[in-house]
Structures are given as C-alpha cells and as structure tokens.
C-alpha cells in the first residue's frame, strides 16, 4: 500500500471495503437455488455495482484534490485567474476550496498592489534627476536609471553587466559618503555620494546614489555675488557721489575770477568732507576684508559662566542681567566666542535704547548641547530674510557685518545661530547653539 499513488490506494481501500457483502451475495447466490441464467446476471450485476461504486468513489476523491492542485500550481505561476468550485462550507473539502479561493484573493491583490508600487517606483526613478545605480557582490552593474544612462554617456543594454571601473564608478563605490569631485564625459563636477545595501533574491546588492552639487552651488554662488555687488556697488556710490560732488563744486571755485575771499574756507571745509567719506569707504571695506579673512578657531577650555558674565559687564549704556545657569565648560576658541557674544548684546541694547526696555542674557543646557540666549525688549525684527546677508543693516550706521561674522564663528564651532522675534512681549532673542564638547 505504501508504494501505490494516493488514488490508488483510495481505490483499493474501496474495493477492500466492499468485498465482505460482495462474497457474501456470491456465496448466497450461487448455493441457492436460482437458475444458472439468473445467478450470472445478478453476478454480473454485483460486480459490476461493486467495482463501479470504488471507481466512483476514488474519483470523488481524487477530482477535488486534482482541482486544489491545479489551482495552487496556478497561483505557483502567477496566474490568479482560477477558482475552485465553491463546496458546503461545512465540509472540511468545502472549507479548504473556500480558503484556496481567499488565499487566490488575497495573492491577486497583493501582486496588484507590488506590481503598482513597482510601476511607480520605476517612474519616480526614472523621472528624478539623481543617478541611481545598483551593484551585485562583484561590483557590475545591474540597475541604473535614465539619469545614470545620461552620466555615463550610454544606454542602459551598454552598462549592464559592466565593471564599476570600467564605467568611472570604482571611487564613489569605494569611498564613503561624501562629497567629492568627479569626471564624467570629461566634465569636473561636484557630487554628493551616497551609499546603501539591499538583498534581491537573497543576493547582497550595493545601492550607489549620485547628486550634481555643481549647478545647485553655481547658482547659489551667482546669487551670492549679485547680493556681494549689489551692496558693494550701493555702498561705494554713496560714497562716491559726495566725493565727485565736492570735487567738482571745488574745481569750479579755483576757476573763478576774481577768486572768492572764502575760497580757502570753502577747500578746507571740501576737502574735509572727501576725506570723511574716503575714510568711511576705507572702514567699509576694511570690515569687508575682516570678514573673509576670519581664521579657523583655536579651541581651549571655556567656564560658560565666566565668559558670559565678563561679555555682559563689557556694556555700559545699559545694565544687562544674567541668569546663570548650570557651571560648564566647554572647548572652543574664547576670543572668538567673545566677538560673537559681543555683537549679539550690542544688538539687543541697541534695540531696548530705542523702547526703554530691558536686555537679558543667559545660558542652558539641551542634552548634548550649551545654549545661550540674548532677549531684548526693543521693537522686534521686522526683515528676517536679510539677517545675514553681508552689509545690510536696519540701524544707521550699522556695517552689516556683526550678524554674519557672529554666524560665521557659530557655524566654524559647529554650531548654530537663530534669531527670532519674541512670543511673549515685542522684542527679539537671540539663541546660540554650541556642542559641549
């Protein structure tokens, strides 16, 4: 029985089943007494009664499984078109057709939904304009997008299968995350490299995304000269404009005849204006070249406390109160982190002398990192967008230069600056953000 087929055994176990009343109305049959024509007839008939039922039987059996089988050899294959026949529910048969059929559902609604999350994932690949590449364990390509067929200067059947090195990509695939330079097509460019890891059918792939910084920083370095020029440009004609003026006027006095008895008043007091502005322009751009010329900090062990306190104390025009906070000391460059502090206090009494209003300073510790605050009371900020754009100043006779110098020396720290208006009252804070350590 143990090497016979399923429905082999079905039918064997049938026959064997019905072979007791078989013999049994044989052996009456053919000891009664029946006539000869009769007693093979009814045999004839028993046999083949008895032989028939097993058959039945065994096709019952195997038709349902056959049916099963051929269903979940097509959902084997993908195809989700098939259904079983529906049974009694309350039959074990019924139950497994009925769950056959939930499962076909639930396949053919999971495989729809890959199918669209995939489609959408080869759009959104495609239509980026980030080249994207795909490695296997021997660093030969097997997935790029249009953008790294643009990159490489070659169709997608030309790239498959090749080499990273044979394709420029051995560096970036080698190297860590970063930014780095690059050359492709014998373009120089700037790119942002990213790296990551997948499995696609359990065999490890490395995932290689590449970012143009070049025309992204062009731009933004075009628009930084435009600003720079813009109020180089505003600053030296004011400048300028007074100093032709009072040229001219004095050109003209000396050409007078007879010459003024005031002429000598008059070339003093001119020449006395052009070298007013001339110094005023010398300092513009002397803070100017402070600016570009400010150095790598130097770290050293800072007291918070101390540095805050000795900053506050510098202002005489108004009394600032400090709210101490926790005793740290951190590593950063002092006289640097004193030029910062400085201009932010000096900032917030300028605003509080205009109002009669009060200027706080203090510091605070947010997990990792010190913060240091400056509230004032004054009218607020009304230009956020050009806090820290060189020379551009709300305060006459302002240079300009504080804020960005003060973001400079915050980011060189690896820090951050903000400032924001107050929600409480008028007025603006000041929040410095500083790593401990």
Same mark, same amino acid.
């Given at each position: 029985?143990?090497?016979?087929?399923?429905?082999?055994?079905?039918?064997?176990?049938?026959?064997?089943?019905?072979?007791?009343?078989?013999?049994?109305?044989?052996?009456?049959?053919?000891?009664?007494?029946?006539?000869?024509?009769?007693?093979?007839?009814l045999?004839?008939?028993?046999?083949?009664?008895?032989?028939?039922?097993?058959?039945?039987?065994?096709?019952?059996?195997?038709?349902?499984?056959?049916?099963?089988?051929?269903?979940?050899?097509?959902?084997?294959?993908?195809?989700y078109?098939?259904?079983?026949?529906?049974?009694?529910p309350?039959?074990?048969?019924?139950?497994?057709?009925?769950?056959?059929?939930?499962?076909?559902?639930?396949?053919?609604?999971?495989?729809?939904?890959?199918?669209?999350?995939?489609?959408?994932?080869?759009?959104?690949?495609?239509?980026?304009?980030?080249a994207?590449?795909?490695?296997?364990?021997?660093?030969?390509?097997?997935?790029?997008?249009?953008?790294?067929?643009?990159?490489?200067?070659?169709?997608?059947?030309?790239?498959?299968?090749?080499? &990273? @090195?044979?394709?420029? +990509? #051995? !560096?970036?695939?080698?190297?860590? *995350? /970063?930014?780095? =330079?690059?050359?492709?097509?014998? %373009?120089?460019?700037?790119?942002?490299?990213?790296?990551?890891?997948?499995?696609?059918?359990?065999?490890?792939?490395?995932?290689?995304?590449l970012?143009?910084?070049?025309?992204?920083?062009?731009?933004?370095?075009?628009?930084?000269?435009k600003?720079?020029?813009?109020?180089l440009?505003?600053?030296?004609?004011?400048?300028?404009?007074p100093?032709?003026?009072?040229?001219?006027?004095?050109?003209?006095?000396?050409?007078?005849?007879?010459?003024?008895?005031?002429?000598?008043?008059?070339?003093?007091?001119?020449?006395?204006?052009?070298?007013?502005?001339?110094?005023?322009?010398?300092?513009?751009? &002397? @803070?100017?070249?402070d +600016? #570009? !010329?400010?150095?790598?900090?130097t *770290? /050293?062990?800072? =007291?918070?406390?101390a540095?805050? %306190?000795?900053?506050?104390?510098?202002?005489?025009?108004?009394?600032?109160?400090?709210?101490?906070?926790?005793?740290?000391?951190?590593?950063?460059?002092?006289?640097?982190?004193?030029?910062?502090l400085?201009?932010?206090?000096?900032n917030g009494?300028?605003?509080?002398?205009?109002?009669?209003?009060?200027v706080?300073?203090?510091?605070?510790?947010?997990?990792?990192?010190?913060?240091?605050?400056?509230?004032?009371?004054?009218?607020?900020?009304?230009?956020?967008?050009?806090?820290?754009?060189?020379?551009?100043s709300?305060?006459?006779?302002?240079?300009?230069?504080?804020?960005?110098l003060?973001?400079?020396?915050?980011?060189?720290?690896?820090?951050?600056?903000?400032?924001?208006?107050?929600?409480?009252?008028?007025?603006?804070?000041?929040?410095l953000?500083?790593?401990?350590?």
């Amino acid at each position: 029985m143990a090497r016979l087929r399923h429905e082999q055994r079905i039918l064997v176990m049938t026959l064997l089943a019905g072979l007791p009343g078989t013999l049994v109305a044989m052996i009456l049959l053919w000891t009664g007494d029946f006539a000869l024509k009769l007693q093979w007839t009814l045999t004839l008939i028993v046999s083949a009664g008895w032989l028939g039922y097993a058959f039945a039987v065994k096709e019952r059996v195997v038709r349902p499984l056959q049916a099963l089988s051929n269903m979940l050899a097509a959902l084997r294959e993908g195809d989700y078109s098939i259904r079983a026949r529906r049974g009694s529910p309350r039959g074990p048969l019924g139950l497994a057709m009925m769950e056959a059929n939930i499962l076909g559902e639930t396949l053919r609604g999971q495989r729809l939904g890959a199918l669209e999350a995939t489609a959408l994932l080869r759009r959104v690949m495609e239509e980026i304009d980030v080249a994207v590449f795909a490695f296997d364990a021997e660093n030969r390509l097997r997935l790029v997008n249009r953008a790294g067929e643009r990159l490489l200067g070659r169709p997608l059947e030309r790239a498959i299968g090749r080499g &990273a @090195s044979s394709l420029g +990509l #051995a !560096r970036p695939l080698e190297e860590g *995350p /970063g930014t780095i =330079d690059l050359t492709f097509q014998g %373009r120089l460019g700037r790119w942002d490299v990213r790296h990551t890891t997948f499995r696609q059918e359990g065999v490890p792939h490395r995932l290689l995304v590449l970012t143009d910084l070049s025309q992204a920083l062009r731009q933004e370095e075009r628009q930084a000269w435009k600003r720079l020029i813009r109020v180089l440009s505003h600053e030296i004609n004011n400048s300028l404009a007074p100093i032709k003026s009072t040229a001219a006027s004095l050109l003209s006095l000396t050409r007078r005849e007879p010459r003024p008895a005031d002429l000598d008043d008059d070339v003093e007091q001119g020449l006395r204006v052009i070298s007013g502005r001339s110094e005023a322009l010398s300092r513009f751009m &002397a @803070s100017y070249a402070d +600016l #570009a !010329r400010l150095p790598p900090p130097t *770290p /050293g062990p800072v =007291d918070v406390g101390a540095w805050v %306190r000795r900053v506050a104390e510098l202002e005489t025009r108004l009394p600032v109160s400090v709210c101490d906070g926790p005793e740290l000391t951190i590593e950063a460059d002092g006289d640097q982190l004193d030029q910062l502090l400085i201009n932010l206090v000096r900032n917030g009494v300028d605003a509080a002398l205009e109002t009669g209003g009060a200027v706080q300073v203090g510091w605070r510790e947010d997990g990792g990192k010190l913060e240091v605050w400056v509230r004032d009371e004054g009218l607020g900020l009304s230009d956020t967008r050009n806090l820290f754009v060189p020379f551009y100043s709300t305060r006459p006779g302002g240079s300009g230069i504080g804020l960005v110098l003060s973001l400079q020396i915050a980011e060189g720290h690896g820090g951050a600056l903000e400032l924001r208006n107050r929600g409480d009252r008028s007025g603006c804070v000041a929040t410095l953000t500083l790593p401990k350590s």
